[in-house]
């Protein structure tokens, strides 16, 4: 019973931590880049940080938490709050961090209603609504340049199950050792006759 309650536990971890990826860590770390990175190399761009953003989402979210799984955020994030999780990878819970999210995004894409007015445009498919990623943030300069509806299904459903495959990549990678057998080359003793 108490090994049940631990991997609901660390699943719980991983689902939230993928979610916290996923809606806060990406935006903030595009934050942190546009406050600093062009006043430190003295560039300067017209692209304002949600257009960025937009622009960047895949890469923005699948990154950070490609890491997250790798390096096994959810073993640090008890430290703070108790006790640290001990062999946590002997159980593949950050490997399934990837359901919750994907559910939400299948049952989204099944409630998902093309528009039918002819003031609305062209109908697009539930794919295309979710994963054709809106390029530009609406500002209250322009809010009929974007849909905003579209725009937070995007953040709260696309992003966070991109970020649970990729979490759930990086543990993979972790557990079988990819970037190690990648990028440690041993050198093999050859074994050459006298």
């Given at each position: 019973?108490?090994?049940?309650?631990?991997?609901?536990?660390?699943?719980a971890?991983?689902?939230?931590?993928?979610?916290?990826?996923?809606?806060?860590?990406?935006?903030t770390?595009?934050?942190?880049?546009?406050?600093?990175?062009?006043?430190?190399?003295?560039?300067?761009?017209?692209?304002?940080?949600g257009?960025?953003?937009m622009?960047?989402?895949e890469?923005?979210?699948?990154?950070?938490?490609?890491?997250?799984?790798?390096?096994?955020?959810?073993?640090?994030?008890?430290?703070?709050?108790?006790?640290?999780?001990?062999?946590?990878?002997?159980?593949?819970?950050a490997m399934?961090?990837?359901?919750?999210?994907?559910?939400?995004?299948?049952?989204?894409?099944?409630?998902?209603?093309?528009?039918?007015?002819?003031?609305?445009?062209?109908?697009?498919?539930?794919?295309?609504?979710?994963?054709d990623?809106?390029?530009?943030?609406?500002?209250?300069?322009?809010?009929?340049?974007?849909?905003?509806?579209?725009?937070?299904?995007?953040?709260?459903?696309?992003?966070?199950?991109?970020a649970?495959?990729?979490?759930?990549?990086?543990?993979?990678?972790?557990?079988?050792?990819?970037?190690?057998?990648?990028?440690i080359?041993?050198?093999?003793?050859?074994?050459?006759?006298?």
């Amino acid at each position: 019973m108490a090994s049940l309650l631990a991997g609901i536990g660390t699943f719980a971890v991983d689902t939230l931590i993928v979610y916290i990826l996923a809606l806060r860590v990406s935006g903030t770390l595009v934050s942190f880049w546009f406050a600093w990175v062009p006043r430190l190399l003295q560039i300067w761009t017209i692209v304002r940080p949600g257009d960025w953003y937009m622009q960047h989402l895949e890469l923005m979210t699948i990154v950070p938490a490609l890491m997250a799984g790798y390096i096994d955020v959810g073993r640090i994030v008890p430290a703070f709050l108790g006790g640290l999780i001990k062999e946590r990878r002997t159980n593949s819970a950050a490997m399934l961090a990837w359901m919750i999210p994907t559910s939400v995004l299948i049952y989204k894409m099944l409630q998902y209603r093309s528009p039918t007015s002819v003031l609305a445009g062209n109908s697009m498919s539930a794919f295309r609504y979710f994963f054709d990623i809106q390029r530009t943030m609406p500002t209250f300069a322009q809010l009929l340049a974007g849909d905003p509806v579209r725009l937070a299904q995007q953040l709260t459903v696309t992003a966070p199950f991109y970020a649970g495959i990729a979490y759930s990549l990086g543990a993979l990678f972790h557990r079988y050792g990819i970037l190690t057998k990648l990028f440690i080359f041993e050198r093999l003793e050859e074994n050459i006759p006298d």
